[in-house]
Nanobody, 117 residues
Framework: QVQLVESGGGLVQAGGSLRLSCAAS????????MAWYRQAPGKQRELVAT???????YYTDSVKGRFTISRDNANNTVYLQMDSIQPEDTAVYYC???????????WGQGTQVTVSS
């Protein structure tokens, strides 16, 4: 069984920065993709960014140029550097991983990011 533990969230002023971390542990084969999602109050969970095992990245349009996803393969950890944070970035942030062709069906507890204007 795989566990995902997100951390690094908090309260930040608009224009500030945060660095989120997510560590995957348990029975894990080779991880292909790692991803960050977020869910704002009253909204559906949305994909924020992904990174492949080769380092290829994808960002949703609203975070391009502000957020940077990276990973530490040796430690099965994915990061999300959030710069120029805006109030609309307020959400609970979750990570997920794809290994063996399948994304995890479960989620971690997430980490809350709250941005004050």
């Amino acid at each position: 069984q795989v566990q995902l533990v997100e951390s690094g969230g908090g309260l930040v002023q608009a224009g500030g920065s945060l660095r989120l971390s997510c560590a995957a542990s348990g029975s894990i084969s080779s991880i292909n993709f790692m991803a960050w999602y977020r869910q704002a109050p009253g909204k559906q969970r949305e994909l924020v960014a992904t990174i492949s095992s080769r380092g290829n990245t994808y960002y949703t349009d609203s975070v391009k140029g502000r957020f940077t996803i990276s990973r530490d393969n040796a430690n099965n950890t994915v990061y999300l550097q959030m710069d120029s944070i805006q109030p609309e970035d307020t959400a609970v942030y979750y990570c997920n991983i794809e290994a063996g062709g399948r994304w995890l069906s479960g989620w971690g507890q997430g980490t809350q990011v709250t941005v004050s204007s």
